[in-house]
């Protein structure tokens, strides 16, 4: 699996959409005032259906059934779990709120660090689900084992991303919306992971795997490309104000959320190389921690705090940076395949 165009040049297609969006917000404020009529449960519909779109797809690529091959060379497992969920959210936790609370501290609003953390919170609490596909091949990780690092990811999302979520947003003070929170997780979560593993079960039953990886997944790219360009430009719209009042403020957030990407990566990618694990699990293990699943943090964001462009905000600036972030780690990477013995590689088929 190659990058695509699109994922290479995702930071410009970010930018682009934050003028198109600041513009509309600017010079056309009823467009984005009329889509914002549209709620149920302070939750945007419009946005809604769009990240929905984004989401969906993504969730087709995950194989679940995969997951009954999780006994197979379990410490790769036990790294990307105790990172991703006992280490990674705690961990932008506190970077964030020493940059924000601190560093920034005669910088940046009282009110808007508090919603800058609260972003940071929601994408520390997301681990990646599809992007890091990419990452895995781009490093030679081992397709099928990264396959079920993404697919048990994804089902502890389901268990830990409220209360981790509501406790550390607890702790900074923020006022958790609880029944929000819940129906946030599963409208962007349950319902199209439940969607797209019954459409993923009956394609391949009727019409073979091979046919569902290279006929009908690939219907679905450019679909998943403009839910994403429009979600960003709606988004940029609503905060047209914020940005261009706090322009250097996108740079405040970037620093803590590339500081906490490359912390996380070594902190895996280290780990596994003490356990002594083969590097085409150990390069994946550190791409999904150091990676977000971004759409999901959106989508939370904006459906717990419509009156906070701010936290939304957080969350897009870590759309910004991931990919040049990401791809300087999967040259790190590959440069340092050497520290892991090649004779511990192995076959991890389902």
């Known amino acids: 699996m190659k990058i695509s165009t699109f994922e290479k040049y995702l930071t410009v297609f970010v930018l682009v959409c934050m003028a198109i969006g600041v513009l509309i917000g600017t010079y056309l404020p009823s467009v984005p005032e009329f889509l914002n009529q549209f709620e149920i449960a302070s939750v945007n519909i419009p946005i809604g259906i769009l990240i929905w779109i984004m989401i969906y797809p993504m969730m087709l690529k995950i194989d679940f059934t995969s997951v009954k091959n999780v006994g197979k060379k379990p410490k790769g497992l036990f790294l990307t779990w105790v990172t991703n969920w006992l280490i990674k959210p705690f961990t932008m936790f506190g970077i964030a709120y020493f940059f924000f609370y ?4 005669n910088l940046i609003p009282a009110n808007l660090q508090q919603d800058y953390l609260a972003g940071a919170v929601l994408l520390g609490a997301a681990p990646c689900t599809a992007m890091v596909f990419v990452w895995s091949s781009l490093t030679r990780g081992n397709p099928a084992y990264t396959l079920v690092q993404v ?5 502890i999302i389901l268990i830990l991303f409220v209360p981790i979520v509501g406790l550390l947003l607890g702790v ?3 006022a958790v919306p609880w029944m929000t929170l819940f129906l946030s997780v599963f409208l962007f979560v349950v319902v199209p992971l ?5 459409t993923r079960y009956f394609v391949i039953k009727h019409k073979g795997q091979e046919f569902f990886n290279k006929k009908f ?26 940005i261009i009042n706090n322009p250097l403020h996108i740079l405040y957030i970037a620093i803590p959320l590339i500081i906490q990407t490359f912390l996380i990566f070594f902190i895996a990618y280290l780990g596994a190389k003490k356990m002594r694990l083969s590097h085409d699990v150990a390069a994946p293990a550190g791409m999904i921690g150091a990676s977000n699943f971004f759409e999901l943090a959106v989508a939370v964001a904006v459906s717990l705090f419509p009156l906070n462009p701010g936290v939304a905000l957080a969350t897009i600036v870590g759309v910004l940076v991931e990919v040049p972030v990401m791809l300087i780690l999967v040259k790190i990477a590959n440069k340092t395949k050497h520290w892991f013995p090649k004779e511990l590689e192995f076959s991890y088929d389902n």
Do not use: H
């Open 172 to 174: 900074s003070g923020i």
């Open 102 to 105: 601190i560093v920034f501290k």
């Open 151 to 155: 697919a048990t990811n994804d089902l």
């Open 217 to 242: 997944i690939p219907k679905f790219s450019l679909i998943t490309i403009s839910g994403l360009l429009l979600t960003l430009i709606l988004i940029f719209s609503l905060q047209a104000e914020l």
């Open 194 to 198: 439940v969607s797209a593993s019954l």
